[in-house]
């Protein structure tokens, strides 16, 4: 068990100023089975009244509006986490997590390949089949944040195979899935300095067990989940809406420690507040 502290900032810039400017923020850790929020703040730039919802896979949204012209939008999470991997959780997996998603279709070409991946091992050691496909994944892929986009599929990046850990993500579901692991798509933080950062959680049977197939190891205690869900469209960080032309650029800072986290977490909140 470990107590982590976070903090996740995200600045917009518009080229020109905007109005009536709706969004909905999923950069809030969840209280699991597996982690339990100690502490949780949101600070917004421009000011606005936020209203906290829960979506259809349980996850946190802070949801606001700003109708005033404004040319910058800054939102920043920071709290503390205490998480304990070794806790049980007898949550049934639903059935969607073994059908493809809009980002998950499977190709010929992926379901050959992990069939090949696990020929060697028996249909029931469901976690053993879905570690060896992560480091499928792993040896397939090269790490290239030039080569996709948000909008790219797991058949698309499993192709070209390069990407980021989004299409390690959704690559390693779609195996999974064609070969009747229930999986679904994390997003969150993990230890060190960043950004965000996406993994998988497959179903073994009695427990839902991470795998991250961008850095080939198991989730442990390192890692924070925001949100899951089939696959990123149901994880987006962030989604708007607003009236104005403009170009926007976007800068994302994000820290994870274990060290002291108290002492860090009252550290930001003092620094956050002036």
Known sequence: MRILSYSFETQLNFSGSVTNHDFILRCAPKSTPFQKVLDSQMIMIPGTHLMEQVDGFGNRLHVGSIPEAHDSFSFTSYGLVMVDQEAECAEAPHPMYLRPSSFTQPSHEAVVFAGRALQTIPNAHVWKRAVELMHAVYR????????????????????????????????????????????????????????THAWVEVHDGRNWRGLDPTNNRVVDEAYIVFSH??????????????SGAVDQSQRVKASVSKDGGATRFAEFAEAAQQ
């Open 140 to 195: 397939h892929f090269t790490y290239d944040p030039l080569a996709t986009t948000t909008a790219t599929t797991a058949a698309q990046a499993f192709s070209m195979a390069a990407g980021v850990c989004q299409d390690y993500a959704h690559s390693l579901i779609m195996m999974c899935r064609a070969k009747g692991i229930p999986a679904r798509y994390c997003a969150g933080l993990m230890e060190g300095e960043g950004a």
């Open 229 to 242: 869900g089939r696959d990123f469209e149901d994880c987006s960080i962030e989604r708007g809406v607003f």
